[in-house]
Antibody, heavy 113, light 109 residues
């Protein structure tokens, strides 16, 4: 079964750090560009970051550049999102996606004091 | 950055009716690298269309995509009860930056 499972979401104070993980199964993980997309409560989808198959090409939305770091471990079939200097506006469900068509169910990040 | 504007914001229709959703880009997407997604409450997005007009695996043929340049359209030929949801367009032409439109909610009239 094709599956992406995100983990690591939590309630965190402003300025804090969090690392999200996304574990893939049922796909040839190393063949997929991986993305993180977020959705604030009641709002639309916002693309956050992406990484190519071997981790050599990475991009970020301006809103997270310099604070978030995407990485992947093809041996573990896992992509990560290290989030530092978190702000209230980072509060959202964070989805990982493999290519365009394979999405996880998301993990909730709440930034609040 | 390419900005995608979806219209209308909300579409109120009855089952069996035709739905036409628009996605307009701030600059030409010459590659037609436009995708459409459906999202229901509490669920992850589901890919419907890629490459502006190619249906994803398992998507019913009542869903169709069209358009080129800056204007793209998702059409649902006859709405089924399960089609009432929010729909997003996405461009993946302006690599490395990807963007989504603001969404169109299709609600039961």
């Amino acid at each position: 079964e094709v599956q992406l499972v995100e983990s690591g979401g939590a309630l965190i104070q402003p300025g804090g750090s969090l690392r999200l993980s996304c574990a893939a199964s049922g796909i040839t993980f190393s063949s997929y560009w991986m993305h993180w997309v977020r959705q604030a409560p009641g709002k639309g989808l916002v693309w956050v970051s992406r990484i190519n198959t071997d981790g050599t090409t990475i991009a970020y939305a301006d809103s997270v550049k310099g604070r978030f770091t995407i990485s992947r471990d093809n041996a573990k079939n896992t992509v990560y999102l290290q989030m530092n200097s978190l702000r209230a506006e980072d509060t959202a469900i964070y989805y990982c996606a493999a290519g365009l068509g394979i999405w996880g169910q998301g993990t909730m990040v709440t930034v609040s004091s | 950055e390419i900005v995608l504007t979806q219209s209308p914001g909300t579409l109120s229709l009855s089952p069996g009716e035709r739905a036409t959703l628009s996605c307009r880009a701030s600059q030409s997407i010459s590659t037609n690298y436009i995708a459409w997604y459906q999202q229901k409450p509490g669920q992850a997005p589901r890919l419907l269309i890629h490459g502006a007009s190619s249906r994803a695996t398992g998507i019913p043929d009542r869903f169709s995509g069209s358009g080129s340049g800056t204007d793209f359209t998702l059409t649902i030929s006859r709405l089924e009860p399960e089609d009432f949801a929010v729909y997003y367009c996405q461009q993946y032409n302006n690599s490395p930056l990807l963007t989504f439109g603001g969404g169109t909610k299709v609600e039961i009239k």
